[in-house]
């Protein structure tokens, strides 16, 4: 084997690359933030430094990382910009999930894996909006289907070049929800420029209408009985949300250290208490975090699996808001300033309440599973 083909099968060493463009990712997420723009160009950096491409296969031309290594990366790159994180873990974890898909399964999407390695493409995720029930309405016509829909907190979608989304379909054996991936600008799609939040404002997670788009028979990738789980909605649950949270997880982490700093100028009675609790909750959401990937990483996708990734999403998302309202309450009045970052980052924690599944549906799924009865219902 030649030095070039070793090299080439060599994993990217992400860590040194982010060390040479963080100061600019921290430097234009506050710009954005402020702005209330998108992290364009962010993403456009970490493109170029080839991150769109870490869970590509190796043998396919790209990073070769694990999932564990994916989220010590998305973890990472939160600590320098939570919006940016999100962005990179929304296109990341669809990644992942075609990876898991052509190693284990043998599935044929080994041409999208090459061409986001290689092009550099980045991935556009409909996800909540195209939940289990599913959006839009999909008409068949001559050759595939008239697409119609608008599909909400698409994060990244001004930059994306791959739409992976959905439609329903009204069949015979009733709604069928269709899944394909479409160049984001096809003919008929738009975005509807809609992203004004308390956090996470630099996501430009803005809802992208798709008006009589066409969509091929071949594009259609799998079908799926509306609003019943199905083996798709199990495997993205187990890579998806690892990866998602990873960026909270990492938000908690820069949220204390920004915390700390202050905290160690006062020392009161009252301070040094809010950074033993700070911290406990930190530890918390760390363990979860790890528990979550270590799981993950060792079980089949299924119920049981989901069922036990989303409890996890559950306590990950629980210690991470309550660390950065410790972190707050440690920093004391100063923390307040939007200049120290800590303000954003209190802001932009709040986004982990929102992901599926929430509170209401999660503990409703633990409690059918442990109950023994049917998850659809």
């Known amino acids: 084997m030649s030095v070039q083909t070793l090299h080439k099968l060599a994993p990217m060493n992400w860590t040194n690359e982010l060390v040479k463009i963080a100061?600019?990712?921290?430097?234009e997420g506050r710009a954005c933030d402020a702005e209330k723009r998108y992290v364009g160009a962010n993403i456009a950096l970490l493109r170029e430094h080839g991150?769109?491409?870490l869970a590509v296969p190796l043998e396919l031309g790209g990073g070769g990382l694990s999932r564990l290594e994916l989220a010590?990366?998305?973890?990472?790159?939160?600590?320098h910009c939570s919006a940016t994180a999100l962005v990179l873990a929304m296109h990341t974890h669809t990644v992942a999930a075609a990876t898991w898909r052509w190693h284990n399964q043998k599935a044929p999407v080994d041409g999208l894996l090459k061409r986001v390695a290689a092009e550099r493409l980045?991935?556009?995720?409909?996800?909540g909006s195209d939940w289990l029930t599913g959006s839009g309405t999909a008409e068949k016509v001559d050759g595939g289907y008239k697409v119609n829909g608008r599909k909400i907190f698409a994060s990244g979608a001004p930059s994306a070049d791959l739409f992976m989304t959905g439609a329903v379909e009204e069949t015979a054996d009733g709604p069928t929800a269709l899944q394909f991936g479409i160049p984001v600008r096809s003919t008929g799609i738009s975005i509807v420029e809609n992203w004004d939040t308390l956090g996470m404002r630099g996501t430009a997670s803005h809802s992208v209408k798709l008006d009589e788009v066409f969509v091929a028979d071949?594009?259609?990738?799998?079908?799926?009985p509306s609003g019943l789980w199905h083996p798709s909605f199990?495997?993205?649950?187990?890579?998806?949300?690892p990866l998602i949270y990873a960026v909270y997880t990492g938000i908690a982490e820069a949220a204390r250290d920004i915390a700390l700093t202050m905290a160690s100028r006062k020392r009161s009675a009252d301070v040094v208490d809010a950074v033993g609790r700070m911290d406990t909750e930190l530890t918390a959401t760390r363990i979860a975090h790890r528990s979550m990937i270590a799981f993950a990483?060792?079980?089949p996708p299924g119920a049981e699996t989901t069922n036990t990734i989303f409890m996890h999403r559950a306590l990950v998302a629980r210690s991470a808001i309550k660390t950065v309202e410790l972190a707050m309450i440690a920093a004391g009045g100063e923390g307040y300033f939007r200049s120290?970052?800590?303000?954003?980052l209190f802001r932009d924690i709040q986004a982990a309440r929102f992901h599926p599944l929430q509170d209401g549906p999660q503990q409703k799924l633990a409690g059918r599973v442990a109950l023994g009865l049917p998850i659809d219902g």
């Open 23 to 27: 100061p600019r990712i921290a430097e």
């Open 51 to 53: 991150f769109l491409e």
């Open 72 to 79: 010590a990366m998305l973890r990472t790159v939160a600590h």
């Open 122 to 127: 980045q991935l556009l995720s409909s996800g």
């Open 218 to 224: 071949a594009a259609i990738a799998a079908r799926r």
């Open 234 to 241: 199990h495997l993205i649950s187990m890579v998806a949300f």
């Open 297 to 299: 990483e060792t079980s």
């Open 340 to 344: 120290t970052g800590l303000e954003r």
